[in-house]
């Protein structure tokens, strides 16, 4: 979706109507919204608020946080509620991802909201990130009508397009500190964007039903919510794409190669996902560093014919001929010519 060669791309991939539309949206905008495909959507909804409206003291709320501009969220509620789990793991969504970005999308983490977040404007990219860059999206979903004064999803347009933030860009580095981050320190640096590029806030009011779908660095946030007795019920599922390595920016000293890893689990699987780096697990890229080269007349393919399971397993994707090579090749004496 944010490839410079989009349009050379998309013809190739023989999207029907409606998702090449979602595609260009997301492309130009950073965002695009679509009707959240599930039969029993309105069951869910209910179900979903009177499970979290019991744990939610409005009156209290509207006493003690709602005048601080202070929102109310659920974290990861998908380990406690069937319902928002299956949301995350709606495999229309999911189909649909993985046809947008190219790679098998996989939930990792549930966000919900009985009213508005009255969150300031924000990148996704410095709390989850990947590599490479940009394999993460947002999925936000009505669950009720959104009323303009309940402190509705705001997002700036095309800001997806704009440089991500890492910490030594703005003087933050990690390695031998013990301050506590959030994203309180970017914000500078946001609203500098914003005033010098002229971008203008969007509102999202969308009816119950209705998703928008986000990419990683779109600055977006939450307008103050002018009446606190409305509602704003709402979901929101993060998204990562499979092979990939996970990273937390805020938490990573990035620029002198000091990653903060995550560690992952599929929400629809329930099942562990393995950080990769370029089609290698993460756990092997030390011993790959650490392994000589392979000889100036290696030929990948007469290895792959020489080696019949290597060549098994490089058609299943679970190596390359290089780093079968590298990693097992040399020391298992195997031919290359």
């Not at 190739?12 to 409606?18: K, S, V, Y």
């Not at 919204?33 to 744990?55: C, P, T, W, Y």
């Not at 410095?126 to 860059?133: C, G, I, K, L, R």
């Not at 009508?145 to 860009?169: C, T």
């Amino acid at each position: 979706m944010e490839s410079p060669f989009f349009e050379t791309i998309l013809p190739t991939l023989g999207f029907d109507d409606e998702t090449e539309r979602v595609a260009r949206d997301l492309n130009r905008d950073g965002f695009a919204v679509f009707r959240f495909d599930d039969a029993a959507l309105e069951q869910r909804a209910e179900r979903i608020k009177a499970h979290l409206g019991g744990l939610f003291d409005a009156v209290g709320w509207r006493r003690d946080e709602w005048p601080l501009g202070v929102g109310r969220r659920y974290f990861d509620f998908w380990r406690h509620d069937a319902d928002v789990a299956a949301i995350a793991a709606n495999q229309t969504v999911i189909r649909l991802l993985g046809d947008l970005y190219g790679r098998s999308a996989f939930p990792f983490q549930t966000l919900n909201f009985p009213v508005g977040s009255q969150q300031h404007y924000h990148s996704d990219a410095v709390h989850f990130s990947s590599v490479p860059e940009r394999f993460m999206c947002g999925v936000w979903l009505a669950l009720e009508d959104v009323h303009e004064d309940a402190g509705p999803l705001v997002y700036y347009p095309g800001s997806h397009r704009w440089p991500i933030v890492y910490n030594d860009q703005i003087g933050v580095r990690i390695a031998g500190t013990t301050t506590s981050r959030d994203q309180t320190m970017y914000e500078p640096y946001w609203r500098a964007m914003v005033e010098t590029s002229g971008a203008r806030p969007r509102h999202f009011l969308p009816k119950k039903g209705e998703a928008l779908i986000w990419s990683a660095n779109l600055l977006h946030g939450g307008a103050p919510q002018r009446d606190p007795t409305r509602t704003r019920w709402s979901q929101v599922t993060h998204y990562f794409f499979a092979d990939c390595c996970y990273t937390t920016p805020m938490l990573s000293d990035t620029a002198i190669g000091r990653p903060f890893v995550r560690e992952m689990v599929d929400i629809a699987s329930g099942r562990h996902v393995p950080n990769v780096y370029v089609d290698v697990p993460l756990s092997d890229v030390e011993r790959l560093a650490a392994d000589p080269a392979p000889p100036p007349d290696f030929d990948a393919d007469r290895y792959l014919a020489l080696n019949p399971d290597v060549a098994a397993a490089v058609a299943r994707r679970a190596t390359t001929a290089i780093d079968h090579y590298r990693l097992h090749g040399v020391k298992e004496g195997r031919r290359y010519r």
